[in-house]
C-alpha cells in the first residue's frame, strides 16, 4: 500500500477516532465521519478530513456522503442501536449506504463486527459456526449487515467480529458494579483491548488480508465471576455477585484464524491485566 492510499472511517468514536489517526501517521489519506458537529475540529486537528455524516434517509440529501466515499478503503464502524428499535434501522442504514456505495470508488470495506453473532453453543466458537443461509437467524441484524456487503462484487468485504470492547474510557468495572444474583458466573469473557482492535484493523489494511471473517479476541478467558469482582474493587466500587447456577450458557471466541493469517500476537493477551 503507498500512500496514495485514501481510507474513510465511517464512525470516529471510540474506536473510529484513534484508528483513523493510527492511519494518519501511517501516511494515509484519511476521510473521517462524526454525527456530532463539536467533533470536527478534533479530527482536523489529528489530520484527518473531517465529514458530518448521518446515514438516516431524511438527512441524506444534504450531507456529503457521496464526496466521503470517494476513497479506495472504507472501514465501517457504526453499531447497531439494538435497544431502540431492534437494529431495523440500522440495517436500513445499511443498504442506503451500499446504493451509494455502488458508485463511489470503494474497492475494498472493512466491516467493524461483532462476537455477539454467535449464539451460546457452550463450546470453543470459530468463525466456521456461521454459515450464510436465509433460515439463519432472521432476527440477527449484525449478521444480516455483515451478508450484506460480503453478497457485493463491487466490491471485497472483509469482517472482524470483536469480542468486548475495553480500554481508555470503557473500564470492565464499571459494567456489573454492585449488582448482585448474577446468572453465568461460571461462563468465560471475550473481551478485547481498544490497542489490540486498532492494530489488527490496520494490520489487516497494511497486509490486503481482504475476503476474510475473523473473530478478535484476547487469548484468556477469565470466569465472569473472577473477572468483573476484580474490575469493580480497580475503581473502589462494589464487587458484583454472581449466584451458584446448576447450568451455564456461553461461547469461547476463539482467534486463531486471524492470529496465523496476520501473524498476529496480541498486545493484551490477559484480561486480568487490562486494567
Known amino acids: 500500500m503507498g500512500d496514495?492510499?485514501?481510507?474513510?472511517?465511517?464512525?470516529?468514536?471510540?474506536?473510529g477516532l484513534p484508528l483513523a489517526s493510527q492511519l494518519v501517521k501511517s501516511g494515509y489519506t484519511v476521510k473521517g465521519s462524526t454525527t456530532s458537529p463539536e467533533k470536527l475540529d478534533l479530527l482536523k486537528e489529528k489530520g484527518i478530513q473531517p465529514y458530518l455524516l448521518n446515514l438516516n434517509a431524511e438527512h441524506l440529501q444534504t450531507n456529503s456522503l457521496p464526496d466521503f466515499l470517494e476513497a479506495d478503503v472504507l472501514v465501517l464502524n457504526i453499531p447497531p442501536k439494538l435497544r431502540s428499535d431492534g437494529g431495523k434501522g440500522y440495517l436500513q442504514q445499511m443498504r442506503?449506504?451500499?446504493?451509494?456505495?455502488?458508485?463511489?470508488?470503494?474497492?475494498?470495506?472493512?466491516?467493524?463486527?461483532?462476537?455477539?453473532?454467535?449464539?451460546?453453543?457452550?463450546?470453543?466458537?470459530?468463525?466456521?459456526?456461521?454459515?450464510?443461509?436465509?433460515?439463519?437467524?432472521p432476527d440477527n441484524m449484525l449478521l444480516q449487515a455483515e451478508r450484506l456487503f460480503l453478497d457485493r462484487e463491487e466490491w471485497v468485504t472483509t469482517i472482524v467480529r470483536f469480542g468486548g470492547l475495553i480500554g481508555g474510557e470503557r473500564h470492565p468495572g464499571k459494567f456489573l458494579a454492585g449488582k448482585k444474583h448474577l446468572p453465568n458466573g461460571d461462563a468465560p469473557i471475550n473481551m478485547i483491548h481498544q490497542d489490540d482492535c486498532i492494530a489488527i484493523l490496520h494490520r489487516i489494511i497494511e497486509q490486503d488480508k481482504w475476503g476474510n471473517v475473523y473473530n478478535a479476541c484476547a487469548d484468556g478467558h477469565p470466569l465472569r465471576k473472577d473477572f468483573f469482582p476484580v474490575a469493580a474493587e480497580r475503581l473502589g466500587l462494589t464487587p458484583p455477585e454472581f449466584d451458584d447456577m446448576q447450568e451455564t450458557h456461553f461461547k469461547l471466541i476463539k482467534s486463531q484464524k486471524l492470529k496465523d493469517d496476520l501473524s498476529y500476537v496480541f498486545l493484551h493477551p490477559d484480561p486480568m491485566l487490562f486494567f
Open 4 to 15: 496514495k492510499q485514501v481510507i474513510s472511517v465511517l464512525g470516529c468514536g471510540w474506536l
Open 96 to 137: 442506503t449506504l451500499i446504493k451509494l456505495l455502488i458508485n463511489s470508488t470503494v474497492s475494498r470495506v472493512l466491516f467493524v463486527s461483532s462476537t455477539s453473532v454467535y449464539q451460546d453453543l457452550n463450546r470453543i466458537v470459530t468463525e466456521e459456526d456461521i454459515t450464510f443461509t436465509d433460515e439463519l437467524e
